[in-house]
């Protein structure tokens, strides 16, 4: 076999369209599709959102797993963001909020106690 030199291939681009308000979700066949996460503008983070398998924000995205018995598939994508994905998105913000107040609470109240019930010298 002849060992041929190959000529490099001009700059390749792909056109494609980032989801900037995003959820993932998966789904069987063509049954409604669950969200199981969300891009979060509030959330304090460098990192891009991706799940990772990786299936990122690109209009298009899937992944897809068929069961060999029954022939159903398992599909994660993305798409553009439902009412559903913001609410469950301001729940879980929400939740922690309260977590973080709950949880400064939990501290002040340890603290309060143990002044309360320091013995005296």
Not at 47 to 62: K, L, Q, R
Not at 66 to 94: C, Q, W
């Amino acid at each position: 076999m002849k060992n041929e030199k190959l000529e490099p291939i001009e700059n390749i681009q792909l056109e494609q369209k980032r989801i900037e308000d995003c959820e993932w979700v998966f789904q069987f066949d063509e049954d409604e599709p669950q969200v199981f996460a969300w891009t979060d503008k509030d959330t304090d983070t460098e990192d891009e959102p991706t799940v990772t398998f990786t299936i990122s924000n690109i209009e298009g995205a899937y992944i897809s797993f068929k069961h060999t018995n029954t022939d159903k598939v398992f599909k994660l994508f993305a798409r553009p963001i439902t009412s559903e994905g913001k609410k469950m998105r301001k729940e879980r913000t929400e939740a922690l909020k309260n977590f973080k107040i709950d949880l400064e609470n939990f501290d002040k109240n340890i603290e309060d106690y143990a002044s309360e019930n320091k013995e005296t010298e």
